[in-house]
């Protein structure tokens, strides 16, 4: 029997180029952050801004957050106890410091070990990636607000905050 | 044989325009109706509702169309720059099609703009303005 060398050389190398770009995709580009997967947790956190990535934060910013539904950043966005406690595992479970894990993102560098820092836009790391960013452009009527990440980053639904 | 198929034809006919016409949307509408103890809801007065400016909610949202803007069937946009889909049904027909989701926005979004909870009055009136839109 002949053996199909050329063809599964190609295969395999191509096989082994997905791997590598899908890996990188996954856990190893700084700028990607999961998005949320969770229908209730999409439903409920994304109607009014972006569902933000839960690595984006640690675990107990999140159960901080959960707990303080009644003043949501002034707003009162609270919740029925048992979505409110679905949705408080979801974020937990994939929370920037899940699994015992310091940080799963740079984006938690510099964040005090007891802190849970509610404004993602407040972290250390956030505001030294975005402090080229002038004034005016956080003013831009497109932009009105730090929270709105997709007026910049195109493709932040998706996970991606690429520059 | 013929007889048949047009009867059976006929009851299908007439169970899908039932369900049609006790779609969610109007079931809601008989609760508030039945909530506010009134035969009729006005789309004029959901209108009026809808663009009034209002002083007892928060000062930066103090009409509906502050976020949901003035054309019920353009989208709209929330302070924090998502886009709001039309309020209108013609334009999104998916909506008020959950009640439990209707009275979660009345509740948060009354609030807010009115600084207390809606009636059932007005609940009807402006579902009624927005079917119609």
Redesign the interface.
Known sequence: MRIPYRPLAIGFVTLAFSALVLARAQAGDRHFFAPVADPVVKEECG????AFAPSMLPARSWQRMMGELKNHF????SLDAATAEKITRYLVANAGDAGGQRYSSKLLRGVAAGASPQRITELPKWVSEHRKVPDWEWRHK????K??C??CHTAAEQGYYDD | MKNTFAATLGTIVMILSTATLAGPREDLLAQYAAAAKTTGFSAARGQALHTQSFSGGKSDTPSCTTCHGKDTRGTGRALTGKTIEPVAVSVTPTRYTDPAKVEKWFKRNCTEVLGRECTPQEKGDWLTFVIGQ
């Open positions: 109607s009014c801004h972006l002034g707003d009162d966005a497109d932009v009105r607000t929270a709105n997709v007026a």
